[in-house]
């Protein structure tokens, strides 16, 4: 751990890196993931591989494979 002192007036910011969550990221509700595609958090190439979510050419969830995709996990 490092120490570093800062005088008066100095404004400090930190940033960190999210988690990595807990549990099968498979169950993650769909609404939330779609929420993080949204929001740029991530992508719908990554919400696939990563959380069995598929979007459709508009852009929305694509139910029936996803639950295709989530049931062969």
Same mark, same amino acid.
């Given at each position: 751990?490092? +120490?570093?002192? !800062?005088?008066?007036? !100095? +404004?400090? +910011? ?12 498979? +169950? ?15 992508? *719908?190439? *990554? *919400? ?16 029936? *494979? ?8």
């Amino acid at each position: 751990m490092e +120490t570093r002192h !800062v005088g008066a007036g !100095v +404004t400090l +910011t930190l940033s960190q890196s999210g988690g990595g969550g807990c549990g099968d990221s498979f +169950t993650r509700p769909t609404e939330f993931v779609l929420r993080d595609v949204l929001d740029g958090y991530v992508s *719908a190439t *990554a *919400a696939e591989r990563d959380y069995g979510v598929v979007f459709n050419d508009g852009g929305e969830i694509d139910e029936s *494979a996803t639950a295709g995709r989530r049931s062969r996990h």
